[in-house]
């Protein structure tokens, strides 16, 4: 019998993690900060993002002055690494500690390789917004379920990463965004959107006025919605009727609260094909979006293994 802890489509209550989740994001926060303050400007915020690795999440190459740096969270050594192009290292483990701890330590870290991060100290898109100095309040780490929930964004990504490789258009890297503490991939209709209201907490209505200034259905998987975490899809400006669509598989349903269709993450872990589910689930919000908002679908979209074709042939 596969154990909880070797199983591909893990099992992790929401509510098992609550307060490491909660310090985890703010810890996620500081290091995509930490990016923010050096990678130049990509439309939609897309320099700002981590993206899952082999071994947790990683910030990818930071530019620096001549050269670049990476952070990354090692999810199974437990570990936070930091790698310089000049050859430089430092790590720290990653154990119960406050934010405050973490802030001071990692500045700390950068400081010893030479790397000035100037960084706006606290968060966004979350109340209250608890200055990363002053946050001894979350505290948390739990390190079976910090993998666990790295295991579950393992198999989002490799499963949305699919899905993304369906679209020909402008579409986004599947990227985790630390504001929301969610894992994306956003398909443009190649038209533009009226501004964006804003209202997210801790956040200026600019960012998301840039952030959703191109008509777009957006997907993923975050830690919330539902017992488990959920996948989720949206789009915005959604068109006229896109909330009564019908969508795939049983169990996906449309959520007032959100605002988006939802699939809880226990639904698909537990469906006889987890990876079909899921798929089922991107398809069809997708195609909502784009068929009521009458997205151009022949010139957006093609068969990924079109290149085979040309490798028989050669």
């Not at 703010?26 to 990678?39: C, D, E, L, N, S």
């Not at 608890?130 to 393992?154: C, K, M, T």
């Given at each position: 019998m596969t154990s909880p802890m070797t199983a591909p489509w893990p099992s992790l209550?929401?509510?098992?993690?609550?307060?490491?989740?909660?310090?985890?994001?703010?810890?996620?926060?500081?290091?995509?900060?930490?990016?923010?303050?050096?990678?130049?400007?990509?439309?939609?915020?897309?320099?700002?993002?981590?993206?899952?690795?082999?071994?947790?999440?990683?910030t990818s190459s930071i530019p620096y002055r001549t050269g670049s740096f990476e952070i990354e969270f090692d999810f199974i050594g437990h570990q936070l690494e930091i790698r310089s192009s000049d050859g430089g290292t430092r790590s720290l483990p990653l154990r119960p500690m406050p934010v405050a701890e973490f802030y001071t330590r990692i500045m700390g870290l950068l400081g010893e390789l030479?790397?000035?991060?100037?960084?706006?100290?606290?968060?966004?898109?979350?109340?209250?917004?608890?200055?990363?100095?002053?946050?001894?309040?979350?505290?948390?780490?739990d390190g079976a379920a910090v993998n666990l929930f790295w295991r579950q964004l393992l198999q989002a990504n490799r499963v949305v990463?699919?899905?993304?490789?369906h679209f020909v258009g402008k579409v986004s890297p599947v990227h985790f965004f630390w504001g929301a503490m969610d894992l994306a991939c956003t398909r443009f209709s190649g038209r533009s959107a009226p501004p964006h209201p804003g209202g997210?907490?801790?956040?200026?209505?600019?960012?998301?006025?840039?952030?959703?200034?191109?008509?777009?259905?957006?997907?993923?998987?975050?830690?919330?919605?539902?017992?488990?975490?959920a996948f989720y899809s949206?789009?915005?400006?959604?068109?006229?009727?896109?909330a009564d669509q019908p969508v795939g598989p049983d169990g996906a349903y449309?959520?007032?609260?959100?605002?988006?269709?939802?699939?809880?993450?226990?639904?698909a872990r537990t469906a006889p094909d987890p990876d079909r589910a899921v798929a089922e689930f991107l398809r069809t919000t997708y195609e909502a979006a784009a068929?009521?908002?009458q997205w151009d679908r022949p010139a957006l979209e093609d068969n990924p293994l079109r290149w085979l074709s040309h490798a028989s042939a050669g």
């Amino acid at each position: 019998m596969t154990s909880p802890m070797t199983a591909p489509w893990p099992s992790l209550k929401v509510s098992d993690w609550t307060p490491t989740r909660d310090t985890l994001h703010m810890w996620t926060q500081i290091v995509g900060k930490i990016r923010m303050a050096h990678a130049p400007l990509i439309n939609h915020w897309w320099q700002v993002t981590l993206y899952v690795s082999s071994r947790g999440l990683t910030t990818s190459s930071i530019p620096y002055r001549t050269g670049s740096f990476e952070i990354e969270f090692d999810f199974i050594g437990h570990q936070l690494e930091i790698r310089s192009s000049d050859g430089g290292t430092r790590s720290l483990p990653l154990r119960p500690m406050p934010v405050a701890e973490f802030y001071t330590r990692i500045m700390g870290l950068l400081g010893e390789l030479g790397i000035e991060a100037p960084i706006r100290p606290h968060p966004n898109e979350v109340e209250p917004a608890i200055p990363f100095a002053e946050d001894d309040e979350h505290a948390s780490y739990d390190g079976a379920a910090v993998n666990l929930f790295w295991r579950q964004l393992l198999q989002a990504n490799r499963v949305v990463g699919d899905f993304r490789s369906h679209f020909v258009g402008k579409v986004s890297p599947v990227h985790f965004f630390w504001g929301a503490m969610d894992l994306a991939c956003t398909r443009f209709s190649g038209r533009s959107a009226p501004p964006h209201p804003g209202g997210a907490p801790n956040c200026g209505d600019w960012v998301m006025v840039e952030g959703y200034s191109r008509e777009l259905s957006s997907c993923g998987f975050w830690p919330g919605g539902g017992e488990e975490g959920a996948f989720y899809s949206y789009a915005y400006p959604a068109p006229d009727g896109f909330a009564d669509q019908p969508v795939g598989p049983d169990g996906a349903y449309y959520s007032t609260e959100f605002r988006q269709f939802l699939l809880p993450y226990e639904v698909a872990r537990t469906a006889p094909d987890p990876d079909r589910a899921v798929a089922e689930f991107l398809r069809t919000t997708y195609e909502a979006a784009a068929n009521l908002g009458q997205w151009d679908r022949p010139a957006l979209e093609d068969n990924p293994l079109r290149w085979l074709s040309h490798a028989s042939a050669g």
